[in-house]
C-alpha cells in the first residue's frame, strides 16, 4: 500500500512540475499563466513532500500541511482570477478587493489554526487531527463553490473552454472534501483513500492543461451575481456551522457519559431547527445581501436583475397593482412595508393602498410644503436623516401624519410628466442601510416606472368609465327615438278620438295601442335598468313576429299587411328586438307613403334562410342617399326623424349573421329585404344568410 501510494504521488509532483514548467515558457498571451504556475508549482512542492516523508520517513508535518494550504489558496485564487475578467481583459467590478481580501483572511487563519495545532502545547491526539481535518473541509468546500460559480456564470458558447479546468480543479477539492470529511467523522483518515490521492490529483493535470491550451485568456466575460454569491455564501455558511455543531456533538458525547448520545442528539435537533430559522428569516437574508453588497462589489445592486425584478414586479398578475408597487419599491431598499398615497378627485393625496403599513384616514394637502417638496424638488425623503433637505427649506416641518408613524423610514415621490401623481412611504429597512446617492437615484428611476404603470391604469380606468357614458347615451338616443313613434301613434289616436269615440271598433284599437304603448316604455325602462340581464337569443317564429308586428301598425294609414308563403320558419333571436326591427322598417315605409298607397310586409323562404321584404310604393330614396346616408346614425330626410332606425335595424340583423338590403327608386317606391339563417329542431343554424 505504502509503495503504491508513493507512486500515485511520484506521478502528481512530477506531472504538476510539468504543468508549471509549460506555464511558464507559455506565458505570453496568457495572463493567468503566472498563477498557474504558481498553484502548479505549489503542488508539485506538496505531493513532492509527503513523497519524502514516506520514503525516508521524514519531514515536518508542519510543512507539508503548509504546503497544502498554500496549494488549495493558489488554486481559489487562479479561479477567481478567471471569474474576474470580462471579455477585454479588464477586472470586473463584481468582485472587489475585499473579496479577495476575505479568501486571504480565510486560509491565512486555516495556517495559523494548523500551525497552533503543531505547537507542543497542543497534544497531538485524535482530537487535534479532527480539527486539522476539519480546516480542510472548509477548504474544501469554499474551492467547490468558486468552481461552482464559475462554471455556472460562464456563457453557455463559452463552457468549452474552462469546463475541463472545472473539472480537474473541482475534482481536487471534491476529492480533498471526500478525504478529509470522512477523517472528520470517524477522527482517522482512510489509508485506502488517502493512498489514491495522488493518482486522482494526476489525472486532473492534463484536464487543466487541455483547458489552458483551448483558450490561453480564460476570458470569458464571467461575472459574479449576486444570487450566486448569496447562494454560495449560504451554502458555504450552512457547512460550516453544521461542522461546528457536529463537532460540539461529538464532544457532548464523549463527556456526557451514559446521557450522553441523548444530549447529542438533543442538541443537533436544536442546532438544525435553529438553522432552519435563520435561513428562513427574511431580516437574516437581508443583512447578507447588504452586507455582500457593501463588502464584496463595488456597486450595491445588480441592476439588471433588479429592473428585471421589478419589472415583473408591475406586470405580473396577483395583488392590486397599488399593492405591486409599494412592494417592488420596498424590496429595492430591504423595506418590509409601506403605503402608496395618490391624489382624490377633489386634489388633496389619501392613502389608496398600503402594505405591512398602518391605514390612516388623513388628507395632505395638494398646495402643501410637504407635496412642494416631493414635487419642485423631486426629493426623496430620509426621516432618519431630517437635515438633508433643499438649503431653500430652512423652515420645513414633517406632516403630523408623518411624524406619527414610528417605522416610516423613506418618502418616494411618484413623479408623472413632471407633475405629483402620488408618494410613496416605506418603512424601516430590515437590515441597517445608510442611503446613498446609488439608491437615490434607483429609487428615482424605479419610482419614475411606477408611476408610469399608475398613470396608465388612471388613464384606463377614466376611459372605462368614458365609455359607459358613451354606452348609455347611445342607449338614450335609441330610447328617445322609440319614444318619438311612440309619441308618433298617440298623437294620431288623441286626433281621432273626438271623431270616432264612439265607434266600438276604435275604442278596441284605442285599448290595443295603449296596451302596446305601455309594453314599449316599460321595455325601455329594464333597458335602462342596471341590475337588467338582456333576454337571450332564443328561437322564434319569424311569420308570428310579422303578423304581430303589422298588427301593431293596424291603426296607421296606409294599413300594412302581411304576405306568408312559408310558414312555420323560426329562427334564432331575441323576440322583442326582432320586433322593434320589423317594427321601425314599416313605421318607416308607412311614414313615406301617402294614405292611398300600399305597405306590404312578404315572407317566404329560399333554401336554408328566410326572406323578409317590406314592400311600400312610396316616395323612394336617391342611391346617393342609401350609398352616403342611408346606414350612417342621425341621417335622415324626415323633418321629425331621427335618423337611427334603420342603422340599429342593421346591426341587430349582423348580430344575427343575417343581411339587410334596399332597393329604392324615387318615386316608386322602396323594398327592405332582409335575410336570417333558418333554425332547425336540433339547436343550430341550418346556414349563414347570403
Same mark, same amino acid.
Given at each position: ?10 506521478? =502528481? ?10 506555464a ?31 520514503? =525516508? ?20 485564487l ?10 477585454n ?28 495545532l ?10 487535534t ?9 472548509v ?21 468549452w ?17 471526500y ?60 457547512a ?8 460540539a ?12 448520545p441523548?444530549?447529542?442528539w ?21 443583512w ?11 456597486y ?10 421589478f ?5 405580473h ?46 388628507e ?12 419642485q ?14 438649503d431653500e ?26 407633475d ?7 418603512m ?28 396608465q391604469?388612471?388613464?384606463?380606468e ?81 311569420? =308570428?313576429?310579422?303578423?304581430q ?30 320586433l ?7 313605421q ?9 298607397g ?7 323562404r ?30 335622415t330626410t ?8 334603420v ?29 336570417l ?14
Open positions: 500500500m505504502i509503495a503504491v501510494a508513493a507512486l500515485g504521488y511520484v506521478l =502528481a509532483s512530477g506531472l504538476f512540475l510539468m504543468l508549471a514548467g509549460w511558464l515558457l507559455a506565458w505570453r498571451g496568457r495572463p493567468h499563466a503566472a498563477m498557474l504556475c504558481l498553484a502548479s508549482l505549489l503542488s508539485a512542492a506538496f505531493f513532492g513532500n509527503v513523497v519524502m516523508s514516506i520514503l =525516508a520517513k521524514t519531514g515536518s508535518t508542519l510543512l507539508i500541511e503548509g504546503l497544502e494550504i498554500l496549494r488549495s489558496a493558489a488554486w481559489c487562479l479561479v477567481i482570477r478567471i471569474v474576474s475578467v470580462h471579455r481583459g479588464t477586472v470586473s467590478a463584481a468582485p472587489s478587493a475585499r473579496f479577495h481580501a476575505s479568501i486571504a483572511v480565510m486560509f491565512a487563519l486555516a495556517f495559523l489554526v494548523t500551525a497552533a503543531s505547537l507542543p502545547l497542543f497534544q497531538q491526539d485524535a482530537y487531527a479532527t480539527i486539522r481535518a476539519a480546516v480542510r473541509v477548504i474544501a468546500i469554499a474551492g467547490m463553490a468558486l468552481v461552482e460559480q464559475l462554471y455556472r456564470h460562464t456563457p453557455s458558447d463559452g463552457r473552454a474552462v469546463k475541463f479546468a472545472c473539472f480537474g480543479i473541482g475534482a481536487m477539492f471534491a476529492y480533498d472534501f478525504l478529509y470529511s470522512n477523517a472528520t467523522l470517524f477522527r482517522a483518515v482512510n489509508v485506502e483513500v488517502w493512498a489514491a490521492r495522488g493518482f486522482v490529483n494526476a489525472f486532473t493535470v492534463p484536464m487543466v492543461a487541455l483547458s489552458f491550451s483551448r483558450n490561453p485568456r480564460w476570458l470569458s466575460g464571467i461575472g459574479v451575481s449576486r444570487r450566486m454569491a448569496m447562494g454560495s455564501t449560504t451554502i458555504l455558511g450552512s460550516c456551522y453544521m461542522l461546528v455543531m457536529a463537532t456533538g461529538y464532544y457532548i458525547r464523549v463527556v456526557g457519559g451514559d446521557w450522553g441523548v444530549i447529542q438533543a442538541f443537533l435537533a436544536g442546532a438544525i431547527i435553529l438553522l432552519l430559522s435563520i435561513l428562513s428569516s427574511g431580516t437574516a437574508r437581508s447578507l445581501r447588504v452586507f455582500l453588497a457593501k463588502h464584496f462589489y463595488h450595491s445592486y445588480d441592476y439588471r436583475e433588479e429592473w428585471l425584478r419589472t415583473r414586479s408591475l406586470s398578475d396577483g395583488p392590486a397593482l397599488s399593492e405591486r408597487v409599494i412592494k417592488a419599491i420596498a424590496t429595492l431598499v430591504e423595506s418590509p412595508g409601506g403605503s402608496l398615497w395618490t391624489q382624490a378627485p377633489e386634489g388633496n393625496f389619501r392613502q389608496q393602498a398600503c402594505w405591512n403599513a398602518p391605514t390612516l384616514a388623513c395632505e394637502p395638494e398646495n402643501s410644503a410637504f407635496c412642494e417638496l416631493l414635487r424638488h423631486q426629493w426623496i425623503i430620509d426621516l432618519d436623516d431630517p437635515a438633508r433637505l433643499p427649506l430652512p423652515d420645513f416641518s414633517m406632516p403630523e401624519w408623518l411624524t406619527g408613524m414610528s417605522q416610516a423610514r423613506i418618502v418616494v415621490p411618484l413623479l408623472l410628466r413632471g405629483l401623481f402620488g408618494f410613496v412611504v416605506l424601516q429597512p430590515r437590515s441597517k442601510m445608510k442611503l446613498n446617492w446609488e439608491i437615490f437615484d434607483l429609487l428615482r428611476v424605479a419610482s419614475s416606472q411606477a408611476a408610469s404603470h399608475l398613470g391604469q388612471h388613464a384606463a377614466a376611459l372605462l368609465v368614458a365609455r359607459q357614458f358613451e354606452s348609455f347615451n347611445r342607449m338614450s338616443t335609441f330610447v328617445v327615438h322609440d319614444l318619438k313613434n311612440i309619441m308618433s301613434q298617440l298623437s294620431l289616436v288623441a286626433s281621432n278620438a273626438e271623431r270616432h269615440r264612439h265607434n266600438p271598433e276604435f275604442q278596441d284599437e284605442l285599448l290595443a295601442t295603449l296596451k302596446h304603448s305601455t309594453q314599449k316604455m316599460r321595455f325601455l325602462l329594464q333597458r335602462f335598468s342596471q341590475g337588467h340581464a338582456p333576454e337571450s337569443p332564443a328561437p322564434v317564429s319569424l311569420d =308570428a313576429i310579422v303578423r308586428a303589422v298588427a301593431e301598425k293596424a291603426g296607421l294609414q296606409p294599413r300594412p299587411s302581411a304576405e306568408i308563403e312559408d310558414g312555420d320558419l323560426v329562427v334564432l333571436a331575441n323576440s322583442t328586438l326582432l322593434r326591427v320589423i317594427g321601425h322598417l314599416l318607416n315605409a308607412i311614414e313615406a307613403t301617402p294614405g292611398t300600399r305597405v306590404v310586409a312578404r315572407l317566404r329560399r333554401g336554408e334562410a328566410a326572406i323578409l321584404e317590406i314592400e311600400d310604393t312610396g316616395q323612394g330614396m336617391s342611391d346617393a342617399f342609401i350609398r352616403d346616408k342611408l346606414f350612417k346614425p342621425f341621417s324626415k323633418s321629425s326623424g331621427m335618423g337611427i332606425g342603422f340599429e335595424s342593421r346591426t341587430y340583423i349582423h348580430e344575427l349573421r343575417g343581411t339587410l338590403v334596399v332597393d329604392s327608386r324615387q318615386f316608386c317606391g322602396t323594398t327592405f329585404k332582409i335575410t339563417p333558418l333554425y332547425d329542431c336540433e339547436g343550430v343554424s341550418l346556414g349563414t344568410a347570403a
